[in-house]
T-cell receptor, first 109, second 114 residues
């Protein structure tokens, strides 16, 4: 079973700050997903990474497969970024995705 | 809007009952995944279907079952409901069967067991 650790669990920051959320996992994988869940409950897939780095707008995700670690960065954070961010390592095995407990992010204006 | 639909949005029922949750994937997607999100366990993968066949199985209880129909919609059946089954149930869909495919999540069904 893949043990997934996210840090921090909770993060409150001021608008404009650079945000980093970390995810470590215990079992080698072929891909990792970053998800965003808003207070209303809906889940949006932000990234699927198998190597290196991806960028979408103000969001950047990186992964180091050898070190079993991924990070999600938010540049120029905005109150609308307030949400729970969840990492989910996986890769098509019989066990599906495993999920971190999530990082609760609040961006204050 | 992800293109994935789930019905019903909310469901309130009693212990011991049976319910069916329905999911329609995005047009063109062949895989459907079911997930459970509870306060104490977080998000958990339950089961995946690909083009009508079971593809992967996670922490799905024996009281729960699922299927994917020829039109690719899927149903999750929960029986002998217990208080602990109260949770948000999400389905997601993807084009292929691999965990490396982007998954698109539905809005969820909130199940309350009283």
């Amino acid at each position: 079973k893949n043990e997934v650790e996210q840090s921090p669990q909770n993060l409150t920051a001021q608008e404009g700050e650079f945000i980093t959320i970390n995810c470590s996992y215990s079992v080698g994988i072929s891909a990792l997903h970053w998800l965003q869940q808003h207070p209303g409950g809906g889940i949006v897939s932000l990234f699927m990474l198998s190597s290196g780095k991806k960028k979408h707008g103000r969001l950047i995700a990186t992964i180091n497969i050898q070190e079993k670690h991924s990070s999600l960065h938010i540049t120029a954070s905005h109150p609308r970024d307030s949400a729970v961010y969840i990492c989910a390592p996986g890769g098509g095995g019989a066990d599906g995705l495993t999920f971190g407990k999530g990082t609760h992010l609040i961006i204050q204006p | 809007d992800s293109g994935v639909t789930q019905t019903p949005k909310h469901l309130i029922t009693a212990t011991g009952q049976r319910v069916t949750l329905r999911c329609s994937p995005r047009s063109g997607d062949l895989s459907v995944y079911w997930y459970q999100q509870s306060l104490d366990q977080g998000l958990q993968f339950l089961i995946q279907y690909y083009n009508g066949e079971e593809r992967a199985k996670g922490n799905i209880l024996e009281r729960f079952s699922a299927q994917q129909f020829p039109d690719l919609h899927s149903e999750l059946n929960l029986s002998s409901l217990e208080l602990g089954d109260s949770a948000l149930y999400f389905c997601a869909s993807s084009v292929g069967s691999r965990g490396t495919d982007t998954q698109y999540f539905g809005p969820g069904t909130r199940l309350t067991v009283l």
